[in-house]
């Protein structure tokens, strides 16, 4: 008589007991899985991480991820307001580079992540500052630290001059990965309009010619001029790469007027743009 309460009870105590332990199993979750960390800067009660899929800053296009911890609690704070300001010091004077502000990163509760383009460097990596400005619980924080800008391969930005008088910054973004195949081509174009400011530049035209140097100059088929996207700022074109190897990106940018402000057509007697980018895969 005494089995019909026995075996109630044990599958009451077996049920509290499967969901206790999945109560208790709780997956962490990291936020910047797939990332490396470039560097760390203290700041009194807040270490600052900063992180980007290579672990290190170099010319051209970076997008940056950034985590403040606070040192007290070991925990990293979500909700955070941030800016920044890079910086390159030169023997006469300094200026900035383009950059994005920073936001928080889509998904994430600790990260927040922009874009910064260093157009320039030395050649032992020197002469970069970056100063992050941070607002947690309505008190301000400042700090600035020295950085390292290195140039890995081949060239990926281009400082000009345009026809107009205006310099320009244009950085190659896409494709990261290049194959034998018709690549998204992604390039970011500024303007600068002090030593601090560097604006995009809306509507214009960048035409695109991409030619194998090492292999006769020939070109590829395919291939689309690119245009301004006005979702995300940047300018978007179609790039066919036929073959493995080093490829000269040659551009000619143009103006809302069609007017040319830098860069040549590739002919049988010129047989590059003054105004280029290069990828070898």
């Not at 760390?40 to 997008?63: Q, R």
């Not at 060239?155 to 034998?180: R, W």
């Amino acid at each position: 008589m005494k089995l019909k309460y026995v075996l109630p009870i044990a599958f009451i105590a077996l049920f509290f007991s499967c969901s206790t332990d999945d109560d208790d199993n709780t997956t962490i979750v990291n936020e910047v899985e797939g990332l490396e960390l470039i560097q760390t800067i203290v700041n009194g009660n807040e270490t600052i991480e900063l992180y980007n899929e290579k672990g290190l800053f170099e010319t051209g296009y970076n997008m940056i991820s950034l985590r403040i911890k606070d040192n007290t609690t070991d925990s990293y704070i979500e909700d955070a307001t941030l800016s920044w300001m890079p910086m390159m010091q030169m023997p006469t004077m300094e200026h900035s580079s383009p950059k994005s502000t920073i936001s928080k990163a889509i998904g994430k509760d600790t990260v927040y992540e922009g874009f910064i383009i260093y157009q320039m460097i030395n050649t032992d990596g020197s002469g970069w500052s970056l100063t992050l400005n941070y607002t947690i619980d309505g008190t301000d924080y400042s700090l600035t630290e020295t950085i390292s800008v290195m140039q890995y391969g081949n060239q990926n930005t281009a400082t000009f001059m345009g026809s107009d008088g205006t310099n320009y910054i244009l950085a190659l973004i896409e494709p990261k990965d290049p194959s034998i195949a018709v690549n998204e081509m992604k390039v970011g174009l500024f303007k600068m309009e002090n030593m601090m400011t560097f604006p995009v530049v809306e509507d214009y035209t960048i035409a695109l010619d991409p030619r194998m140097p090492g292999m006769g100059n020939h070109t590829s088929p395919n291939n689309t001029d690119l245009t301004y996207n006005n979702a995300d700022n940047f300018y978007y074109g179609d790039l066919s790469l036929t073959m493995t190897g080093y490829w000269k990106l040659n551009l000619k940018l143009m103006n809302t007027d069609d007017d040319v402000l830098k860069g040549e057509d590739v002919t049988d007697e010129n047989e590059a743009s003054s105004l280029y980018l290069e990828l070898e895969f």
